[in-house]
């Protein structure tokens, strides 16, 4: 008898809903950068909006797979301490802040799930790494267009419509090392718009006049110290 030939293991196609959820995830982090720039009446920001469905397509597509990605530590230590901050409302002072911080911090725990969920895999990682990168990219252009304008936030300093100088200087900076990653990883020209990317953002921090962004932004240049001698000349 002659050995049976060895079967390649297929793997079972995404469904629609599974789709449909990280082309929202992806819509939602595309978005984080300038959300406060597009408020809707009575519902809030863009982002609210789009993580509100992210959110209720992704329950959906967990229902109909019947199955949980099994939690990490990261997740499991930030529902404790949402739950931590929630408990705070029986002793605090101000039980309305309290309340409104908990509901803040269950929503950016919902978008660690979601992400956790549903961005397996180093493509995943690097297209939602691309999709950050692009908002900031569009929210740099809203503080530069601006101060092109000279509609100034506070005294000299711009940020994107709806934002604290400060927030959103830091919201760019978390920019920095993935345009820099996406770079290091690309190949040929590949790597230019990454590089580009970053210079606009750098220059929409600049604006801002914030020194914790800029802090920020320091320590986002030491992925470069760190991969200095495995870049080839043009990246150096």
């Known amino acids: 008898m002659s050995a049976a030939a060895p079967t390649t293991p297929t793997v079972a196609p995404r469904s629609f809903v599974e ?5 929202l995830l992806c819509a939602l982090v595309f978005t984080m950068p300038w959300e406060k720039a ?35 530590l990261v997740l499991l230590l930030g529902a404790l301490f949402v739950v931590w901050s929630a408990a705070s409302w029986g002793w605090s002072l101000d039980r309305a802040a309290t309340l409104a911080r908990a509901k803040t911090l269950l929503q950016v725990w919902a978008m660690l799930w979601l992400i956790w969920e549903f961005c397996r895999g180093a493509a995943r990682r690097h297209c939602l790494m691309a999709v950050y990168l692009a908002g900031a990219v569009a929210g740099s252009l809203i503080g530069i267009a601006r101060f092109t304008m000279h509609l100034q936030t506070y005294y000299r300093r711009y940020a994107a419509t709806g934002f604290d100088p400060n927030d959103f200087g830091l919201l760019l900076a978390l920019s920095l090392p993935m345009a820099l990653r996406l770079g290091f990883g690309a190949r040929g020209w590949r790597r230019w718009p990454c590089y580009g ?29 760190g991969t200095w001698r495995e870049s080839d000349r043009f990246q150096r």
């Open 19 to 23: 789709r449909a959820a990280w082309l």
């Open 38 to 72: 597009v408020m809707l009446p009575e519902v809030g920001s863009i982002s609210r909006v789009i993580g509100l469905a992210a959110f209720g397509v992704a329950a959906l597509a967990v229902w109909r797979r019947g199955a949980l990605r099994r939690a990490n």
């Open 197 to 225: 990317a970053a210079a606009v953002v750098i220059a929409a921090i600049l604006l801002t006049a914030s020194r914790t962004a800029l802090i920020a932004a320091f320590a986002a240049f030491t992925f470069v110290a």
